[in-house]
């Protein structure tokens, strides 16, 4: 070993719980969310996998409705809010996001701990709900239902899900002010890697949105605890203004949870590519494009509420509009790899399938937003395909990817390669056996939310919870395979994929502040027609990739 | 365990067609951009493949005509299925003039139909072949959502307001009839079956067995309710200013004492009876009393159908 | 960026410059209020949809709050506002005494605010018009100059001014744990000053805490109009 392995970083600085606990350090920060997401994805995935296993028969097999009921609650709360929205923006973004931009830290380090704690906070008392009896409302707080008629800990989560939306405005506003403020000497706005532009987007939609899902989610609370009746037509409440409200924040949150996402996929594309991102300043742009037409087409949730006729064109064609800048995206994306030097590592493997699933989950958006189909698939099964095609395929694999990308600089230890490449491709296969029949029961006429359901949807069920057992086994080899590289994992060299950016010319893992000289920025982006911007400086004892 | 045999749900309205058709259209657009897309990545990946470390890019950073037509190529496409999506959208919101009206109320977790011959059922819901049916809906607690994957209508069935949906059946048969919006515990056993029957068969359900004993209609039902409750004492051209007369009150524009006319709707009569002094008519005294907690939802919709049928301006 | 500044015992180690520090501080606070603005504007639109839906109800509820109260804490607040202001110019003078001397100016107001508000809910509570199961309302019209032919006569009236009611508690309630997050943080700042933490150089915290009460009395600029002001001619 060199001098160089026992260079001090982050990770050893200090050993002490208490200096994991109270730490400032961005990065550790990022560790503390990564662990308390990761519980709530174990979490959202149990309760999935005890459905998807009641759904293998049209009656009730392993569950009565009211266990039903909680546990898709309980999946789409616990995933939703507690992983998908803090997922790579607290994770990722914060460890990354300083470091991309030559920082030292985020502005407000204290503000980001503080984040980490009302956002475990906020997710105690979520679980609180879950232990004490769970929720029966889904995850969508319907009124007035949820108000007036459920029977279930909806205060609990309703309030978790009110603080847990603080932790994510903090992260927002640090992101942001960071950005304006903090890039180091020489990088401009369009010398920013595009993970930092797609995070910059999604702050502003934080920043902007969240309040808003607070208010309506602490006034449902209100309603329950002392009666008020803003959302009971019994006292000349309207139950469908909550709806408004609710998808005023809960649209533009898909962009909160897809943006960054997209970001990561830049990232990975580009340096497996070796080229800069086609179209760099479109697909920045693109970002913003998205998150302020975002917020004008929430109504597209609503064209059977009861909602005007006309009210719900206005909202359809704004939907179709926001989905031009994604297509760019892709797009661009695709002809990145045109006459690049491409080479399929797991991120990249990631990144291909994010692709491939997100073409899918986009387009079938196309379908919802056209009203006449959307009336007759609304709240059936074609929505939840849908959504995890985005989601899931879309976001879920970005995660990953990233995860996989920036591993060896987050913990400075290398991953099976081999397995690496073959997850991917186990959770692609299963990923597609889960929702794409859902896709086709949904069209069929199968509603969502459903306990007990017709005999002639139960072959579609049963491909779709064995595509969640191939799913399970793949997020679990992963899972097996990542703990075993944090201990028994060849060294990480600095820059062991070869990449472009700041946060690959500081050491593996970074020290506690991040570079030892502060950077100067002299190229665009995704220089990788520079040789010096993605050499690495692997030693003896250090290995890099393939 | 059967097989679905087909990818589509059985085509039993007139608008099933239509919305199959956009359907179709878009699975067809969205199989060429995927197709499109996949087989790019597949073929890049496979023609760019990194030989070498030594491997150098071509320096091509972007192509302003590129980003120009893969933006206007989407948009127009788009727009397709913005306009297509709501010409059809336009049809299944606005019930042809000459529909049968069913009354359709929920409740956790079961629907209560009444025919315009009287006869009432529950999560059955038999319609006559042929002939366009306008549902009239609402509910006595939650949000539900009325849905028959068959004819591809859905609508939600609103608690405090009315809402509508129309359909025609083209084929005879039963077919299922859901409840799409999550409403609590038994949500998925609010379901039933529609049935379509050829016309002269549904007249004869609709009178029941024993025409003598069949149900009063819901404008029989509502005159009757109308006579009981003593609305006749002020509603009637004798009354002088006591009551407006009901008819041709049904949407004619009533102007009110606070110089606002309204359209005096479905809406506007249930809000009449229920809170009377909302919308007082100019020249009247402010004097009826509510008839809140006295009747049910059907009860009110049996009464708007006998002012309805009292005639139109 | 002053090199000079490099080492102030105020500058935060990830900062270059003191300058850096304060722009950031205050970009912060600005988002911080643009959330902040979203927080209200959800609640002053779900107000709005009822206001214009019950527009009498609404009317005679406002009625029975009292404008004379409501016109003097906005009186009061807006001289809060004025010794807040003079608080951050006593920071930017680096003028310890005075500092303190009007950030505890501000919170005796603010407390006389509260204290003010604290009496209007304890007559709400007396006149049984709190939100829920304990709430009563018999409407005597010929106190207001409402028209008894409009939608006063209601049978669901009292449910309407309810409703009002719900969101007079909701907002003033929201705004009033505004105000106390507010005079928490005067006293940190007190406690601040007092230990000669802040100079010309460094007032941040004063100037943000300066910002955040503008905004909680801007809120009340909206608040009183909206819910005090209602039909009064």
């Given at each position: ?45 149990i ?17 009565e ?27 990722l ?69 009110f ?28 010398r ?93 742009l ?14 597209h ?21 926001v ?35 997100f073409?899918?989950?986009g ?41 996989h ?21 186990i ?59 944090l ?57 890099g990739?393939? | ?33 995927t ?128 809402t ?64 009981e409750?003593?609305?006749?004492a ?24 606070d ?55 | ?56 109800a ?42 303190i ?19 209007e ?54 705004h ?32 943000m ?20 002001l209602?039909?009064?001619h």
């Amino acid at each position: 070993m060199s001098a160089q392995a026992k260079q001090e970083n982050y990770l050893n600085a200090k050993h002490t719980v208490a200096s994991w606990l109270f730490s400032l350090d961005h990065k550790r920060i990022a560790l503390l969310y990564l662990l308390t997401i990761l519980l709530f994805f174990v979490l959202g995935g149990i309760a999935a996998m005890l459905f998807r296993v009641e759904l293998l028969t049209p009656g009730p097999a392993v569950m009565e409705s009211e266990t039903y009921n909680r546990l898709f609650t309980m999946h789409g709360i616990t995933m939703i809010f507690f992983f998908l929205i803090p997922s790579i923006p607290a994770v990722l973004g914060n460890f990354l996001l300083p470091i991309m931009l030559g920082a030292k830290d985020l502005a407000f380090p204290r503000l980001n701990l503080a984040s980490w704690y009302v956002f475990t906070f906020g997710g105690l008392l979520g679980l609180g709900a879950i232990i004490f009896g769970g929720v029966d409302t889904g995850w969508t707080f319907y009124t007035p239902y949820s108000s007036t008629y459920a029977n279930s800990q909806v205060i609990l989560a309703a309030l978790g899900i009110f603080i847990a939306g603080f932790a994510s405005i903090m992260t927002g506003l640090n992101f942001i002010v960071t950005i304006h403020k903090m890039r180091a000497p020489g990088l401009t706005w369009f010398r920013l890697p595009l993970f930092v532009w797609s995070h910059y987007a999604t702050s502003i939609i934080i920043i902007l949105g969240t309040p808003v899902v607070a208010i309506t989610i602490l006034l449902v609370a209100i309603e329950r605890i002392f009666e008020v009746g803003i959302f009971d037509p019994a006292l000349g409440g309207d139950p469908v203004l909550f709806q408004h409200l609710f998808w005023f924040y809960s649209h533009p949150a898909v962009y909160i949870m897809i943006l960054p996402g997209m970001g990561v996929i830049s990232e990975i594309i580009a340096c497996f590519s070796r080229k800069r991102i086609f179209g760099y300043p479109v697909v920045a742009l693109s970002s913003l494009a998205i998150a302020i037409l975002g917020f004008f087409v929430w109504g597209h949730h609503m064209f059977v509420s009861s909602q005007s006729m006309y009210a719900g064109m206005i909202f359809s064609i704004l939907s179709f509009l926001v989905a031009i800048p994604s297509a760019i995206k892709v797009f661009n994306w695709v002809a990145t790899m045109y006459g690049g030097s491409v080479k399929l590592d797991t991120p990249m493997l990631y990144a291909l399938g994010f692709l491939g699933l997100f073409i899918i989950g986009g387009l079938t958006g196309l379908f919802l937003a056209t009203m006449a189909v959307n009336v007759h698939v609304h709240d059936t099964y074609f929505v939840v395909a849908h959504f995890h095609y985005v989601m899931v395929g879309g976001m879920v694999m970005a995660f990953f990817g990233g995860l996989h990308f920036w591993w060896p600089k987050i913990t400075g230890k290398l991953f099976p390669e081999l397995l690496g490449r073959i997850t991917v491709v186990i959770i692609f296969i299963g990923f597609n056996l889960t929702f794409f029949p859902q896709f086709i029961v949904g069209y069929l006429g199968m509603p969502r939310r459903y306990h007990i359901y017709p005999e002639e949807f139960q072959f579609l069920h049963v491909l779709s919870t064995a595509g969640a057992s191939v799913l399970a086994i793949g997020y679990m080899l992963m899972a097996v395979y990542l703990l075993y590289s944090l201990v028994l994992g060849p060294k990480a060299s600095r820059n062991p994929w070869k990449a472009a950016g700041l946060e690959w010319t500081t050491p593996s893992p970074p020290p506690t502040h991040n570079f030892s000289e502060p950077p100067v920025v002299k190229f665009e982006a995704y220089a990788y027609d520079e040789e010096e911007v993605y050499q690495d400086d692997a030693e003896p004892g250090d290995k890099g990739h393939g | 365990m059967k097989m679905p045999l087909a990818f589509l749900p059985e085509q039993a309205s007139t608008l099933a067609r239509d919305v199959d058709m956009l359907y179709l259209f878009l699975i067809g657009v969205s199989m060429f951009f995927t197709i499109l897309i996949g087989g790019l990545i597949i073929y890049f990946v496979i023609r760019y493949r990194r030989r070498s470390d030594a491997d150098r890019p071509a320096p091509l950073h972007g192509n302003k005509l590129l980003e120009v037509v893969w933006t206007t190529i989407p948009l127009v496409l788009v727009m397709i299925m913005f306009f297509w999506g709501a010409a059809v959208f336009y049809k299944q919101f606005r019930p042809p003039a000459d529909a049968m009206e069913i009354l359709v109320t929920g409740k956790q977790w079961m629907w209560k139909m009444q025919h315009p011959s009287g006869r009432s059922e529950i999560n059955d819901l038999h319609v006559p072949l042929g002939r366009p049916v306008k549902l009239t809906m609402t509910s006595e607690d939650v949000i539900h959502s009325f849905y028959i994957p068959a004819f591809r209508a859905k609508m939600d069935v609103v608690p405090g307001r009315y809402t509508s949906l129309w359909f025609e059946p083209t084929k005879e048969g039963s077919f299922h009839l859901f409840c799409a919006e999550y409403c609590g515990a038994e949500h998925s056993l609010m379901k039933g079956w529609v049935h379509v029957l050829p016309e002269d068969e549904y007249e004869e359900w609709a009178r029941g067995e024993d025409p003598d004993l069949a149900e009063l209609t819901p404008v029989e039902a509502g005159e009757r309710l109308f006579t009981e409750l003593g609305c006749l004492a002020c509603h009637n051209p004798a009354s002088g200013t006591m009551g407006p007369d009901m008819t041709g009150l049904y949407m004619s524009n009533v102007e009110l004492d606070d110089g606002r006319t309204v359209v005096a709707d479905e809406e506007y009569i249930r809000q009449s009876i229920l809170e009377p002094m909302a919308k007082v008519t100019k020249g009247y005294q402010p004097i009826m009393p509510t008839y809140r907690g006295q009747l049910d939802e059907t009860q009110l919709m049996q009464i708007i159908a006998y002012i309805r049928s009292l005639g139109t301006e | 960026m002053a090199d000079g500044q490099a080492h102030t015992p105020n500058l935060a180690h990830h900062f270059d410059s003191m300058d850096q520090q304060r722009e950031s501080s205050s970009l912060g606070m600005w988002l911080f209020l643009a959330q902040e603005v979203m927080f209200f504007g959800g609640l002053f639109v779900a107000y709005g949809v009822y206001r214009f839906k019950y527009q009498e109800a609404f009317a005679v509820a406002s009625n029975h709050l009292s404008v004379a109260w409501g016109a003097f804490n906005t009186v009061v607040l807006i001289c809060s506002s004025l010794t807040m202001a003079l608080a951050v110019r006593a920071a930017q003078l680096g003028d310890k005494k005075r500092i303190i001397r009007y950030l505890v100016a501000t919170i005796l107001l603010a407390s006389l605010f509260l204290g003010v508000k604290g009496i209007e809910y304890t007559e709400k509570y007396h006149d049984q018009l709190v939100p829920g199961p304990t709430f009563q309302y018999e409407p005597d019209f010929d106190q207001y100059a409402v028209p008894v032919t409009a939608e006063t006569a209601h049978p669901n009236f009292a449910g309407h001014v309810h409703l009002f009611y719900s969101f007079y508690f909701v907002m003033t309630g929201m705004h009033a744990l505004h105000m106390v997050i507010g005079i928490g943080l005067m006293i940190w700042l007190i406690v601040k000053a007092q230990r000669d933490r802040f100079s010309r150089e460094y007032y941040a915290p004063v100037e943000m805490t300066g910002l955040y009460w503008h905004f909680v009395d801007i809120v009340w600029i909206f608040l009183f109009p909206l819910v005090y002001l209602v039909w009064r001619h």
